[in-house]
């Protein structure tokens, strides 16, 4: 085997290679690039710098409110950087070692300026700004209030619990990096340029926009993707730039990324802070919420979605499954001199998870209800769906109680199992849960309520009946793991009552596939299963209605039934799709002229939104004496209604939770106080391996959802949501008592902190488990 | 830096000369010179094991090897393995477990078990899961692929004892 066609496995003739100088300061003015000693290197073709190139203008992502400061992304830096690894030139030569040796030639001479690294830094006060534009180096601030009467519904509470939680700078780390290939088609004028994205469409729509060209100059083919997970639903600056290079030099031109340059300059994700507060009422509901969320943004705002898009999700889904009725939130976005974020899977969600989910285990310590009744307490009941949370959201069906209290039971028993040798062998065992709803498939309507400028959200998709009978549909999403190519097959296989194997399934090509959104947002099984099924059912119409005219019979008593159309109740004479398909091409003369010009029909649809949800649990066990925290179960109990294929649905569940427990336990890109990034390779990126993953256990609840064809819901981004909150409980679990962590990932000398900072240690010390407390679990309403 | 040496080497059973300058890596000249592109470029520092290949039957991380190391050695790429229309026993069975999502770790996988599994005739599932944990894959969680290893040390431990245990037999019915 080995024929995947990876952007980096593709050959062009002339190809040549590009390397990136890159930024080796997080803030400085550029005061000389010099090329002379690059250009002496052997196989050296070009070096080119901004001025070199046409004009580019720079990515610009805007949000249309008054809380949002716009900035610009440079494709390439001109005259100053803002983190460490932004483009300052491109050398481009015969090979990529000759590439790179030219770009080790090349001299770039800074005046360094003050790096703000943090947000702490960022936003003390005189702080140097990131952009000038940006006052305080705030991009977003949002504040948003239920009720005037918060404050006293606090004073009169109860109890008032607390909890914060810092979480660490990721990579979402697609094993395959970012990879371009351009080239300039002289014959019809057009720019091809071949990307590993998540999103061809809005590729196009950025490099045209930036290099000044109609969009149909720019053609945009994203081959095989080895991994997105949300950093390549973003434009990179080098997509447009590896374009703007072929296009200038007339000739192919390749880039692939090593991952030293992903890590330093890739987007990155979900450095966040939150501080919250809940009143709690005698009998554990949660009276009110009170939140404060900081995002470290990065230097630059991504398009199309913005640098706000972790900041208006944390503010928007903090709320997550509960019953909260009052709830307010001030949200930041801190602008700093590092790598720009983008969204990674689940975007916030995980943050906020972690956050909330922490704040319920307060709440279940200090009503004494424990965290399964205090949980309980707090979710719809089967009767309150639909459910209509604190910020709007309609949670149409799920499943919020039973998940927890199956997962609960499943996850307690598997801390049972290990509790007591753990402690002969002198180790700490913990368990702990989450709960959330995962909201995916946004449509337009829900992208324009965050006024975002460019709103995404709706689908298309092309359903072609050949004349052969075969089946070729044509979607804007992109697959790159998630296997559209058996589930939309599956779709439009039951639809049109043929095999699945006679569909074939093509994206990923602007010049063939109908405008689309891309891949992102656990959107793609909603969106374009949708309307591949609404283009399905448009051509069993007309497949329908040429049936009839030859069956002579009327429209409404021709039926298909086992991939076969006849009168309903005469399977006698009768055509198979293929006949009809043939007929529909080759012998239209048989037809009347409203009938059997080819049959193709292209559909969209704009889904409502839908609502996964989830529980999970996680059992660690500590060793105080050295740190270690072993996760040695992990329990899912998940809800996305009907499931189109449950084999990719597990898939997608413990390809989440591996990288919920990576956030958890190992994975952070660090930086020092001058903004240059300490980890910058695998050996210092702690990817989970096999060994760091425990066997998940996964049960399936399917509540189906009316708001989609199928009854499915966007199920993408959830295991990566749960983990790292139910990991955090656990570790807090095994310690209980003796420390609290509050922060991920957690590091060994964390657990050494909250030993430290412990009240006392306790010999005796054990976790109690997860059921202490709950009442009447049997019987979920 | 930019002398060049003639080397030989067999590549899936076919005598390959290349002449390359020394600090080019295998796993480069198996894709640039030699058109071989299963085999993937993950890290280019030895930890992902997207590269890996077989030397002389054990698998080797081709990033961190020069071509020139590889003088008169035996590779096997990807490539090596089965079809699309035939597919091999582990490539089925990482079909049939889900061990792949995006693709782009599993001609490294392949190859790390193909040999893995070829040194041991019984290992246990922990052994199973210690070996797929040579390389990483941020897609699957590992699930399917260990699954799939384990599915093919099971079907080869029910083919020996079928065979019965005559040495010659039970060689025999390796595949």
């Not at chain 1, 989450?434 to 975002?452: D, I, L």
Request: hydrophobic share 40%.
């Amino acid at each position: 085997m080995g024929r995947g066609q990876f952007v980096d496995d593709l050959d062009r003739r002339g190809l040549v290679e590009l390397a990136f100088v890159r930024s080796e300061m997080a803030a400085a003015d550029i005061s000389r690039i010099g090329a002379r000693a690059a250009l002496k290197v052997a196989g050296v073709i070009a070096v080119l710098t901004a001025d070199d190139l046409a004009p580019i203008a720079p990515l610009r992502a805007a949000l249309d409110r008054s809380e949002f400061v716009a900035t610009e992304m440079p494709v390439i830096a001109r005259d100053r950087v803002r983190h460490v690894g932004e483009a300052i030139a491109v050398v481009v030569a015969d090979s990529r070692y000759a590439a790179e040796d030219g770009a080790e030639s090349v001299e770039v001479e800074y005046r360094s300026r003050q790096a703000v690294a943090s947000v702490d830094e960022a936003t003390r006060p005189g702080a140097p700004l990131v952009h000038d534009e940006a006052p305080g180096n705030v991009v977003v601030d949002v504040r948003w209030s239920s009720s005037p009467a918060i404050d006293e519904v606090f004073e009169g509470a109860p109890h008032v619990v607390r909890a914060e939680v810092s979480t660490g700078r990721l990579s979402a780390l697609p094993l395959e990096g970012r990879a371009c290939l351009a080239s300039f088609d002289e014959r019809t004028g057009q720019v091809v340029l071949y990307s590993s994205t998540q999103v061809p469409h809005t590729v196009r729509t950025a490099v045209a926009g930036c290099l000044g060209l109609d969009e149909h100059r720019v053609r945009v083919v994203a081959p095989d993707v080895g991994g997105g997970f949300g950093q390549k639903c973003v434009v990179a600056r080098e997509e447009v730039l590896v374009a703007a290079v072929a296009r200038h030099l007339r000739r192919p031109v390749k880039w692939v990324e090593d991952r030293r340059e992903s890590l330093i300059a890739g987007f990155q994700a979900r450095e966040q802070r939150y501080e919250l507060r809940a009143a709690v009422g005698a009998d554990g509901s949660v009276l009110a919420l009170d939140a404060d969320v900081v995002c470290d943004v990065g230097a630059y705002s991504c398009y199309p979605v913005t640098c706000g898009v972790e900041v208006l999700m944390a503010a928007n889904e903090l709320p997550g499954p509960y019953r909260i009725d009052t709830y307010r939130v001030h949200a930041r976005g801190v602008v700093t001199h590092k790598a720009p974020i983008a969204p990674f899977r689940g975007v916030s969600r995980p943050q906020a998870a972690l956050a909330l989910e922490r704040l319920m285990n307060e709440a279940g310590r200090a009503t004494g209800l424990g965290p399964v009744e205090v949980r309980l307490r707090n979710l719809p009941t089967a009767d309150e769906f639909p459910f209509r949370n604190v910020m709007g959201a309609r949670y149409d069906a799920g499943s919020c109680r039973e998940s927890l209290v199956k997962c609960a039971a499943a996850t307690d028993a598997a801390l049972q199992s290990v509790q007591k040798q753990a402690r002969a062998r002198g180790r700490l065992a913990g368990a702990g849960l989450a709960v959330f709803v995962e909201p995916a498939a946004y449509g337009t309507s829900a992208f324009g309520a965050r006024k975002m400028s460019i709103v995404p959200g709706y689908e298309q998709a092309t359903v072609r009946i050949d004349a052969s009978g075969s089946v070729l549909v044509m979607a804007g999403t992109h697959s790159h793991g998630q296997g559209h190519a058996t589930t939309y097959a599956q779709i439009v296989a039951d639809e049109l009552g043929v095999s699945p194997d006679k569909v074939q399934v093509r994206e990923g090509d602007t010049e063939l596939v109908p405008h689309g959104w891309g891949t992102f947002a656990s959107r793609s099984i909603v969106s374009a299963g949708g309307a591949m099924a609404r283009a399905s059912a448009v051509l069993v119409e007309e497949m329908r209605r040429i049936a009839a005219h030859l069956l002579e019979a009327a429209v409404e008593d021709v039926e298909l039934r086992d991939g076969r159309l006849a009168v309903r109740g005469s399977p006698a004479s009768s055509f198979s799709v293929e006949e009809i398909a043939k007929i529909a091409h080759h012998g239209s003369n048989r037809l009347p002229p409203e009938l059997g010009r080819g049959l193709e029909a292209t559909e969209n649809f704009d889904p409502e939104g839908t609502y996964s949800n989830a529980a999970h649990g996680a059992v660690v066990e500590v060793d105080p004496e050295t740190g270690e925290i072993e996760l040695v179960h992990f329990v899912v109990v998940e809800d996305c209604g009907v499931m189109i294929n449950p084999m990719i649905v597990d898939g997608q569940v413990a390809g989440g939770v591996t990288q919920g427990i990576g956030s958890a336990l190992l994975e952070q890109i660090v930086h020092d106080e001058s903004g240059q990034p300490l980890v910058t390779s695998l050996i210092d990126y702690l990817v989970p391996t096999a060994t760091d993953v425990p066997a998940i256990e996964i049960h399936h609840i399917e509540t189906p959802t009316s708001r989609t064809t199928t009854g499915a819901k966007g199920m993408g981004e959830g295991g990566a949501i749960g983990a790292p909150a139910a990991i955090l409980n656990a570790v807090n679990d095994s310690l209980s008592g003796l420390g609290v962590v509050s922060r991920v990932p957690i590091r060994p000398a964390d657990v050494f902190e909250a030993l430290d900072n412990g009240s006392h240690h306790e010999s005796t010390h054990q976790s109690a488990g997860l059921l202490s407390g709950a009442h009447d679990l049997g019987v979920p309403t | 830096m930019n002398e060049l040496l003639t080397v030989s080497f067999s590549v899936n059973g076919r005598r390959e000369t290349v002449t390359v300058e020394p600090r080019y890596t295998l796993v480069d000249v198996l894709r640039h010179d030699l058109g071989l592109t299963g085999t993937h470029v993950g890290c280019e520092h030895g930890i992902c094991g997207a590269c890996t290949v077989l030397v002389d039957g054990l698998p080797v991380r081709s990033c961190l090897v020069f071509a020139v190391q590889a003088e008169d050695r035996s590779i096997e790429t990807v490539e090596s393995l089965g079809s699309p229309d035939e597919l091999n026993e582990l490539q089925r069975a990482f079909s049939t477990e889900h061990g792949l999502q995006c693709g782009f770790c599993t001609p490294g996988f392949l190859m790390l078990l193909t040999a893995f599994l070829a040194e041991h005739e019984a290992p246990t599932d922990e052994e199973v899961r210690g070996a797929v944990a040579s390389n990483l894959c941020r897609c699957t969680g590992y699930q399917g692929i260990v699954r799939a290893a384990c599915a093919v040390r099971d079907a080869r431990l029910r083919a020996r004892a079928a065979v019965g245990s005559d040495p010659a037999e039970d060689a025999a019915a390796r595949p």
